[in-house]
T-cell receptor, first 113, second 113 residues
Framework: GQQLNQSPQSMFIQEGEDVSMNCTSS?????WLWYKQDPGEGPVLLIA?????ELTSNGRLTAQFGITRKDSFLNISASIPSDVGIYFC?????????????FGKGTHLIIQP | DSGVTQTPKHLITATGQRVTLRCSPR?????VYWYQQSLDQGLQFLIQ???????AKGNILERFSAQQFPDLHSELNLSSLELGDSALYFC????????????FGPGTRLTVL
């Protein structure tokens, strides 16, 4: 089946630093989504991307749909304590197979005081 | 609050038993999705229903089944439970049949002893 490789697995950063994470796929996706999950909660949609090359912002978050359609990037600028959590990428390929989302394993963001 | 509700929040049961998880989608959403989240497998898509009909199937075991009722709420039935079924089970909903922008519920934590 489709696989998403998300990296890094975890990040330890200082408050105020910028953060970058990415996802790569073994196959083409036509939709990329980024979610954040807090402990004990369900994932919350942050950004949705629908076109190759698309760059979309949501406050301090910016995500890009890679030109090859096999990758996506999420950047967080000037991190704050409430950014702590697990960030998941998810992709969808409507070309065939199960029409659900494929999720990466997540990036754990930890902010050190 | 995503608008998706799930009950119960926690469930503890024994191996071999059967349980039912319940989900109410956001008002106006016709699609319901079920996911299993475990530490080693991450978020795995199980099944999708759209307007009462099964639309897509993912990695759902034969011991598991789901349905969507006329009022659009959905139930996930897990039978002959095994220790490895212990996980968080999330329901998500979206307006249409495409899983592009899903909103997740808070999840049900299932513990099989």
């Amino acid at each position: 089946g489709q696989q998403l490789n998300q990296s890094p697995q975890s990040m330890f950063i200082q408050e105020g630093e910028d953060v970058s994470m990415n996802c790569t796929s073994s196959s083409i996706f036509n939709t990329w989504l980024w979610y954040k999950q807090d402990p004990g909660e369900g994932p919350v949609l942050l950004i949705a991307l629908y076109k190759a090359g698309e760059l979309t912002s949501n406050g301090r978050l910016t995500a890009q749909f890679g030109i090859t359609r096999k990758d996506s990037f999420l950047n967080i600028s000037a991190s704050i304590p409430s950014d702590v959590g697990i960030y998941f990428c998810a992709g969808r390929n409507s070309g065939g197979g199960a029409d659900g989302l494929t999720f990466g394993k997540g990036t754990h963001l930890i902010i050190q005081p | 609050d995503s608008g998706v509700t799930q009950t119960p929040k926690h469930l503890i049961t024994a191996t071999g038993q059967r349980v039912t998880l319940r989900c109410s989608p956001r008002s106006g959403d016709l699609s319901v999705y079920w996911y299993q989240q475990s530490l080693d497998q991450g978020l795995q898509f199980l099944i999708q229903y759209y307007n009462g009909e099964e639309r897509a199937k993912g990695n759902i075991l034969e011991r598991f089944s789901a349905q969507q009722f006329p009022d659009l709420h959905s139930e996930l039935n897990l039978s002959s439970l095994e220790l490895g079924d212990s996980a968080l089970y999330f329901c998500a909903s979206s307006v249409g049949p495409a899983p592009d922008t899903q909103y997740f519920g808070p999840g049900t934590r299932l513990t099989v002893l």
